[in-house]
């Protein structure tokens, strides 16, 4: 019958099974992000403050761009729970390895305190880092995007040959 809804149809209800996790997930990987991205501007904060850096206009865009390097994890996990796929949990993923590495980078500068004044080169993490974070956050969710794009297409070969 060409009139049947595509929900009665057995071979597009077992393909669209076979892409989802779950239809709508919960908010809570896109609030630990959050809570994530804000504890990297806080702690880049004070490590900014305490390093001594010269200008308020430079201290927020250390700040900043330290977490400039989270905002597509917080895109993902918008995606993530508006439409819980393979896909999008493979990005999540990634974004929670590169939310982790950003804090965890973070607490050992705060908790090691000013090592010096500003005028030798162990300060240059205040610069360094954010740049690292945003090349970490590239290669991660490159190999995420040639992960699901693998699986994708896999998983579509499979789906042909059933």
Not at 35 to 59: C, H, N, R, Y
Request: hydrophobic share 50%; with cysteine; net charge positive.
């Amino acid at each position: 019958n060409p009139y049947q809804s595509p929900k009665k149809i057995p071979s597009l209800k077992s393909r669209s099974s076979i892409n989802t996790v779950g239809q709508e997930g919960s908010a809570d990987p896109l609030r630990w992000l959050l809570g994530m991205a804000a504890l990297t501007l806080l702690l880049a904060w004070i490590d900014a403050l305490q390093e001594g850096v010269p200008s308020m206009v430079f201290i927020l865009q250390v700040t900043f761009g330290a977490a400039l390097a989270q905002l597509p994890g917080l895109a993902c996990g918008e995606l993530h729970r508006r439409r819980k796929t393979r896909n999008t949990s493979i990005f999540l993923f990634g974004a929670f390895c590169v939310a982790v590495a950003s804090v965890s980078v973070y607490v050992l500068y705060v908790f090691a305190g000013q090592v010096q004044t500003i005028d030798n080169a162990a300060q240059m993490h205040v610069i360094i880092i954010p740049i690292l974070l945003m090349m970490l956050a590239f290669f991660v969710y490159s190999i995420a995007g040639v992960t699901a794009g693998i699986l994708t297409v896999v998983q579509g070969r499979v789906g042909r040959n059933n």
